[in-house]
């Protein structure tokens, strides 16, 4: 029986060891630090589907700084007073949905583009237990490489036997539009980005192109939510009474802009449309109390939005194992 004099005892003799072998101090072993996480990979239920968060890891983004319509002081301390520092950590994630008969993965991360702590979800995919070669479809929210780069690298498919669903004004944009017509507030590498990310699917002929708010595939259907890009579309679905929306970037983080949705963001093509979008898909969430998903929400990145006093609030999804 385990008690204090047993305790004391064992205490004991293991001073005296170590007094032995370290010449009157405790002999400890020193052990490095482990800079890693454990897979990035989340599972929860919508009715008969599983729903598979995957992270591509984070991006550390001056967030207080790339925020417009407020002030990067007003920012920083809105960002600290929910404990959240600048530059911030910022998830960027993807989501798998196995219907049984289709897997569907919505967003394809950042691939070998960003560096850092990114272009990990091929690896997630395979710790969650899936492969690249048995995804059927991949949905793209938007074409941006932290959405778009890990669908291809120097000219080939990462995910060979996927057909890629991108919404045609996105797809016309980034692919068709004349560089003496891009807008001034788009980097121009961005366009060779898209290019490189999703031209072996066309060439391939494996690109579907989708309308706006239309259904994508059976059971997958779309919002259009343009402004931070011209074909940024939200992704629903449906099953057994249960609703999910996959955002994209409708917010960046989850403090800031629940609280402010009148805040933009830099890489916003249109702000303005972007703001508008915003405040769509908020009220739209709040009144429905369907699940929503989001692209840059703190990982897993799945919860609901309701009402409080400063417009919204990010509630994240209770975990479960």
């Given amino acids: 029986m385990f008690t204090r004099r047993s305790f004391i005892q064992s205490a004991t ?9 370290g010449h009157g101090t405790i002999a400890l072993a020193r052990v490095p630090l482990k800079n890693f996480q454990a897979p990035g990979f989340y599972r929860t239920k919508l009715g008969d589907l599983e729903i598979t968060a995957l992270s591509d890891g984070t991006l550390k983004l001056p967030l207080a700084n790339l925020y417009t319509n407020i002030s990067e002081d007003e920012a920083r301390s809105a960002l600290g007073r929910a404990f959240i520092d600048t530059p911030t950590d910022t ?3 993807a989501f798998l949905v196995n219907t049984g008969e289709r897997l569907v993965l919505i967003d394809a991360g950042t691939g070998k583009y960003m560096g850092g702590a990114l272009g990990r979800l091929t690896a997630n ?7 690249v070669g048995e995804i059927d479809d991949i949905i793209l929210t938007h074409i941006h490489t932290d959405h778009s780069g890990g669908l291809s690298d120097n000219g080939r498919r990462l995910f060979p036997n996927a057909t890629l669903h991108v919404n045609r004004r996105d797809f016309e944009f980034w692919m068709n539009t004349p560089a003496e017509k891009r807008p001034s507030n788009v980097p121009p590498g961005m366009f060779k980005e898209a ?3 999703v031209a072996p699917y066309a060439r391939a002929d494996k690109i579907k192109l989708f309308g706006d708010s239309q259904e994508i595939l059976p059971g997958f259907g779309s919002i259009l939510r343009a402004g931070h890009t011209p074909g940024h579309s939200s992704v629903v679905v449906e099953d057994a009474g249960k609703k999910m929306v996959f955002w994209g970037d409708i917010t960046h983080g989850d403090v800031l802009q629940f609280d402010e949705p009148g ?3 830099e890489f916003d093509t249109d702000q303005k449309q972007a703001v508008r979008a915003r405040e769509m898909a908020f009220k739209e969430a709040a009144d429905q109390k369907y699940l929503v998903a989001g692209a840059h929400i703190a990982f897993p990145g799945i919860g609901h939005v309701r009402r409080d006093d400063t417009q919204y609030d990010w509630v994240p999804l209770n975990y479960s194992s």
């Fill in 91 to 93: 998830s960027v994630n």
């Fill in 263 to 265: 805040v933009a963001i």
């Fill in 13 to 21: 003799v293991i001073a005296a060891a170590g007094a032995v072998a």
């Fill in 195 to 197: 290019e490189e990310s």
């Fill in 125 to 131: 995919l395979e710790a969650a237990g899936y492969s």
